[in-house]
């Protein structure tokens, strides 16, 4: 792609704070979000033992 991952990243970030705002507004107070990027999911297959565990945390809006 044309972009690099800090300008991917970014838009991402700014993504989910529109989303988050969807879920607010209804009265939403939990959400899970799962983020994966390509690139990462095809490091992760080509690595030898490449399997890591989930990466977790909380934000409080």
Request: glycine letters at 20%.
């Amino acid at each position: 792609m044309g972009i690099g991952p800090s300008v991917g990243h970014l838009r991402g970030g700014e993504h989910l704070e529109t989303v988050l705002g969807w879920c607010a507004d209804p009265g939403i107070r939990y959400v899970t979000v799962f983020l994966a990027s390509s690139d990462n999911l095809r490091e992760r297959g080509s690595a030898a033992g490449g399997r890591r565990g989930p990466s977790c945390g909380t934000i409080t809006a």
